[in-house]
């Protein structure tokens, strides 16, 4: 069966078990039980999930408040607990991810972005020395794709503010992004581990073409240079036929070069500052190994607005090789480096054309504006460095 034929049944599938858990309404309540929506929660679960290290703490009651949607729904959990959960300083604020929809069940379950980010969480999230929630409980269920993951409430433990594109990123919080960016990508830098101990993550060029191929994303990146034309610099928009050889082109560098832990979606929404004023990262549902210039690419092009980038970029990332010999003790060679940031330009332009354009199988995952403005700081990057030609 063809990927599209795939998608296809997935769709269907998804469909009869949401409807049959609108039907049912369902709830967790032992541990291993895989909430279907926010509405699913129990105390009694939460008091399994969270509650395991205070065997008297119990939570008595909570309360879901919503917070915003895109691949995964988003809540905020208010819970009470008793007298020994409260001693405990257990958390009375939560974030959580969940998959309640069709829609966000086929970006998020079936596409495997949410099983991925918590098993980030469980399994590697403790083992980085970087800003970042803190994790508290992930759960998938394979069959049904619905998956729950319980969160830091930034907000609550660190006044965090989310940035959007209409937020100014400072040349202090740019640089405070590489360096988080280099010690993240530093601490697995050339290690077998992970591609021995976490199997489950893809290196990028496979988590590239597997994605690609599911969301039709050649097609999709076509019909976003039509509606996206009016933005796009002629340089690049003249050009599209060739936007899609220079993608898998830019995929060679993560095979020839040592990997490491790659974000792959670190576009300026997916950043915060808290109130002490660090930048962290959040969103950990397209983690892959591969080479750090996929990332280190994203954030510049994406966060930065075109004269800010155009008189930093080269500064930045002698900033970031810097930080990164400071973890590794290797530092790459500089003009190499700028090359592969040319390169992988591409890579950060085709998050965003799914974005725009995409199959009715899939959610609104960004605002129309949100998307434009990341579109045209991407391709005038493009357009500047002669990304098409790298």
Not at 54 to 80: C, F, M, N, Y
Not at 303 to 327: C, Q, S
Request: with cysteine.
């Amino acid at each position: 069966m063809g990927s599209k034929g795939a998608t296809t049944l997935a769709a269907l599938r998804i469909g009869g078990r949401v409807a049959f858990e609108r039907l049912t309404r369902p709830k967790a309540r032992r541990r291993e039980d895989v909430p279907c929506s926010p509405g699913a929660m129990t105390p009694e679960w939460l008091t399994a999930v969270l509650c395991k290290e205070v065997p008297d703490a119990v939570v008595t009651q909570l309360e879901v408040k919503a917070a915003s949607a895109g691949t995964h729904e988003r809540h905020r959990l208010i819970l009470t607990y008793n007298e020994a959960g409260r001693r405990a300083g257990l958390p009375g604020s939560i974030f959580t991810k969940s998959l309640p929809s069709v829609v966000t069940r086929m970006i998020g379950g079936f596409n495997g972005t949410a099983r991925v980010e918590g098993r980030f969480f469980s399994e590697i999230r403790s083992q980085l020395q970087i800003e970042a929630p803190i994790g508290y409980h992930a759960a998938f269920d394979r069959q049904t794709f619905a998956s729950m993951l319980l969160l830091e409430d930034l907000v609550a433990t660190k006044k965090a503010t989310f940035c959007n594109h209409t937020t100014y990123v400072s040349r202090a919080m740019a640089e405070d992004m590489i360096d988080l960016l280099a010690s993240l990508h530093a601490r697995f830098y050339g290690d077998t581990e992970l591609a021995t101990r976490y199997r489950w993550l893809a290196p990028y060029p496979r988590w590239f073409t597997i994605g690609a191929e599911k969301m039709s994303l050649e097609h999709y990146t076509r019909k976003a240079f039509a509606a996206a034309s009016h933005i796009i610099p002629e340089k690049i928009l003249a050009r599209g036929d060739a936007v899609w050889p220079a993608a898998v082109r830019a995929l060679a560098v993560h095979d020839s070069e040592p990997q490491g832990l790659v974000h792959s979606d670190v576009h300026i929404g997916n950043w915060y500052q808290t109130g002490a004023g660090k930048m962290g990262l959040c969103d950990w549902q397209c983690l892959s190994r591969g080479h750090w210039s996929r990332d280190f690419a994203y954030a510049v092009t994406a966060a930065l607005t075109p004269d800010d980038r155009r008189n930093w970029e080269k500064d930045l990332l002698v900033r970031y090789l810097e930080r990164f010999a400071e973890h590794t003790g290797t530092r790459p060679d500089f003009d190499a480096s700028f090359q592969h940031y040319r390169q992988q330009i591409v890579h950060a332009l085709l998050m965003w054309t799914i974005t725009l354009c995409h199959s009715r199988l899939l959610p609104s995952m960004q605002p129309e504006a949100t998307t434009l403005a990341m579109i045209e700081r991407i391709t005038t990057a493009m357009a500047d460095l002669d990304s098409l030609d790298a």
